[in-house]
Each structure stands twice: as structure tokens, then as C-alpha cells.
């Protein structure tokens, strides 16, 4: 094998090497969204579990809250000087 020949295959290993890892990049890029996007989920449950907990805790604050689901005009009664 002369020089010429081994250049020719180190560009060969070096091409199929660059491809290899860039499967490898958009998989590990695919995971990370996916990563993200569970993560953001979680959050947003944990946020609405924690407001939720706070309308159960106080049955005045979940009275006007679901007053003003039903009918949000009804809290816009002006006030009694």
C-alpha cells in the first residue's frame, strides 16, 4: 500500500466517523427536547396543583373563584361606601 492508498481510506474512516457522530448529535438533541418538554409539563402540574391547594384551603377564596368561572361579571359589583 503506498501513500495514497492510506489517505484514501483515512478519508473514508474520517467521513463515515463524522456521519456516525452527527446520528449520534441529533439523537442526543432529540432526547434533550424531549427532556425539556416533560420537564416544562411538571411544572405547569406542579403550579396548577399549587393554586388548586390553595382554593381548597379557604372555601372564600373557592366560593368567588367559581362565582367568577360561572359568571365573571358577577364580581364586578361596585362597592358600598
Excluded: H
Excluded at 449520534?24 to 399549587?50: D, E, G, H, P
Amino acid at each position: 500500500m503506498d501513500i495514497t492508498t492510506l489517505a484514501a481510506w483515512g478519508e473514508f474512516i474520517g467521513g463515515i466517523a463524522v456521519v456516525v457522530s452527527l446520528v449520534y448529535l441529533a439523537s442526543q438533541i432529540r432526547q434533550n427536547s424531549k427532556l425539556l418538554q416533560v420537564s416544562a409539563t411538571s411544572t405547569t402540574a406542579q403550579i396548577t396543583m399549587s393554586q388548586m391547594e390553595m382554593l381548597c384551603e379557604d372555601s372564600e377564596v373557592c366560593r368567588i373563584y367559581y362565582a367568577g368561572c360561572r359568571n365573571p361579571d358577577s364580581l364586578l359589583a361596585s362597592p358600598k361606601f
